[in-house]
T-cell receptor
Framework: AQKITQTQPGMFVQEKEAVTLDCTYD???????LFWYKQPSSGEMIFLIYQGSYDQQNATEGRYSLNFQKARKSANLVISASQLGDSAMYFCAMREGLTGANSKLTFGKGITLSVRP | DVKVTQSSRYLVKRTGEKVFLECVQD?????MFWYRQDPGLGLRLIYFSYDVKMKEKGDIPEGYSVSREKKERFSLILESASTNQTSMYLC??????????????FGPGTRLTVL
C-alpha cells in the first residue's frame, strides 16, 4: 500500500485565489512528520512546510498552511493568494518514527499546479 | 543558507559506461541521500548515508553504489550504465535533528541520459 497518496492529476487556479493540494498518508507509527516540497521547472526541490504528528496546531509558513486532520490521515497544503510563481509540482512526504540520524522520507507522486493570470 | 551542489545539471553517457554523480553540501550535515525521479513515480530513494563511510540501501539500490569518504561529499556510482537508468537524480542532505530541523535540503538535480 502506498504510504503517501496524492491523487489530484493536475490543478489549476486563478491568480490571487486560494488552492488546496491533497495528501493522505498511511502509517501505524504514532510519531511521524509530514513535509511539503515545491519543485519548479528548474528542478530543485524547495522545502515549504512541516507538520509533526504531535503538533497541536496546524503549521503555517507565510502563504502556506497545512490542514492537518490526524484522524483522517490527511495533510492538505493550502496556498493562499496564488501567484504565477507558484506554478510547479508539489510533493508531500512523510518521515515515520522518531527523528534520528537515519530517518528518511517517503514521497508521494506529486501534483502539478498551474496558476492562470 | 544550506547549499547542496551537484557536479552536473545534464549528463549524457553510453550504455556500459561507469558514471559518477557527485554531491557536496556545505552545512556539515550528517545525513545525505540519493534519489531518482521519474514521471508518475515521484522520488524514490536509492541510497543514504548517515555518517562518513556509512551507507544504507534505500528502496531501489540495484545497479547503483555509493561512496562517502568525507562528510561533505556523497557520490552515486553507476557501475555499468543502462538505458533504464535514464532519469533525474537528486541529492539531499540534513542534520540528525528533530521536528522541522529534520528537513532535507536538495541540490539542483542531474538529468542523466544513457544512450
Amino acid at each position: 500500500a502506498q504510504k503517501i497518496t496524492q491523487t489530484q492529476p493536475g490543478m489549476f487556479v486563478q491568480e490571487k485565489e486560494a488552492v488546496t493540494l491533497d495528501c493522505t498518508y498511511d502509517t501505524s507509527d504514532p510519531s511521524y512528520g509530514l513535509f511539503w516540497y515545491k519543485q519548479p521547472s528548474s528542478g530543485e526541490m524547495i522545502f515549504l512546510i512541516y507538520q509533526g504528528s504531535y503538533d497541536q496546531q496546524n503549521a503555517t509558513e507565510g502563504r502556506y498552511s497545512l490542514n492537518f486532520q490526524k484522524a483522517r490521515k490527511s495533510a492538505n497544503l493550502v496556498i493562499s493568494a496564488s501567484q504565477l510563481g507558484d506554478s510547479a509540482m508539489y510533493f508531500c512526504a512523510m518521515r515515520e518514527g522518531l527523528t534520528g540520524a537515519n530517518s528518511k522520507l517517503t514521497f508521494g507522486k506529486g501534483i502539478t499546479l498551474s496558476v492562470r493570470p | 543558507d544550506v547549499k547542496v551542489t551537484q557536479s552536473s545539471r545534464y549528463l549524457v553517457k553510453r550504455t556500459g559506461e561507469k558514471v559518477f554523480l557527485e554531491c557536496v553540501q556545505d552545512m556539515d550535515h550528517e545525513n545525505m541521500f540519493w534519489y531518482r525521479q521519474d514521471p508518475g513515480l515521484g522520488l524514490r530513494l536509492i541510497y543514504f548515508s548517515y555518517d562518513v563511510k556509512m551507507k544504507e540501501k534505500g528502496d531501489i539500490p540495484e545497479g547503483y553504489s555509493v561512496s562517502r569518504e568525507k562528510k561533505e561529499r556523497f557520490s552515486l556510482i553507476l557501475e555499468s550504465a543502462s538505458t533504464n537508468q535514464t532519469s533525474m537524480y537528486l541529492c539531499a542532505s540534513k542534520n540528525a535533528g528533530t521536528g522541522r530541523k529534520d528537513t532535507q535540503y536538495f541540490g539542483p538535480g542531474t538529468r542523466l541520459t544513457v544512450l
